[in-house]
T-cell receptor
Framework: GDSVTQMEGPVTLSEEAFLTINCTYT??????LFWYVQYPGEGLQLLLK?????DKGSNKGFEATYRKETTSFHLEKGSVQVSDSAVYFC??????????FGQGTELSVKP | DSGVTQTPKHLITATGQRVTLRCSPR?????VYWYQQSLDQGLQFLIQ???????AKGNILERFSAQQFPDLHSELNLSSLELGDSALYFC?????????????????FGEGSRLTVL
């Protein structure tokens, strides 16, 4: 079945450091891919998305490119801020519309 | 604010009891999805409803059931509760019915209902 694998956390970075969170997927065909973010005590919010191969999703300085050849959708940000501290989830859209999530990666940014 | 409303936000109950979690989807969304988030299992898909009908089932226990009403709100019923059922339960909604290709498949999540079973 469809699945998503994310790099394990927690990830701790200093402010202004470069961020990469790896995400790979297994699926039939080419599903839409998503990154969601969960801030402490809150629900999940869509961060960015890509619907087809080679698409780049971007939002709030975060970027991810849909790579079908490596079945990956790695999340990157050039300069993280303390306010980016959260849990990040990679997800794919599976049959029926449901999203399949990775296990989540906790990011902690220190001043 | 995603537009998805979940109640209650917090719930503490005892083993063996039954609880009902409620979800109101975004205006115009016909699909409702329930997810369970726990420390050891991550985010697990439980069940999906579309316009009142069950559309997909995931890792939902037989002790759990759900329904979607004509006004499109949904309820998740958890019975014979066990300690391991303690988790954050999320509801999400979308306009999509299935993998028909409309839109990009984004789900909008509520803030969750935190269930603690003692």
């Amino acid at each position: 079945g469809d699945s998503v694998t994310q790099m394990e956390g927690p990830v701790t970075l200093s402010e202004e450091a470069f961020l990469t969170i790896n995400c790979t997927y297994t699926a039939t065909g080419y599903p839409s891919l998503f990154w969601y973010v969960q801030y402490p005590g809150e629900g999940l919010q869509l961060l960015l998305k890509a619907t087809k191969a080679d698409d780049k999703g971007s939002n709030k300085g975060f970027e991810a490119t849909y790579r079908k050849e490596t079945t990956s959708f790695h999340l990157e940000k050039g300069s993280v801020q303390v306010s980016d501290s959260a849990v990040y989830f990679c997800a794919l859209r599976s049959q029926g519309g449901k999203l399949i999530f990775g296990q989540g990666t906790e990011l902690s940014v220190k001043p | 604010d995603s537009g998805v409303t979940q109640t209650p936000k917090h719930l503490i109950t005892a083993t063996g009891q039954r609880v009902t979690l409620r979800c109101s989807p975004r205006s115009g969304d016909l699909s409702v999805y329930w997810y369970q988030q726990s420390l050891d299992q991550g985010l697990q898909f439980l069940i999906q409803y579309y316009n009142g009908e069950e559309r997909a089932k995931g890792n939902i226990l037989e002790r759990f059931s759900a329904q979607q009403f004509p006004d499109l709100h949904s309820e998740l019923n958890l019975s014979s509760l066990e300690l391991g059922d303690s988790a954050l339960y999320f509801c999400a909604s979308s306009v999509l019915a299935s993998g028909g290709g409309k839109g990009t498949g984004e789900l909008f999540f509520g803030e969750g209902s935190r269930l603690t079973v003692l």
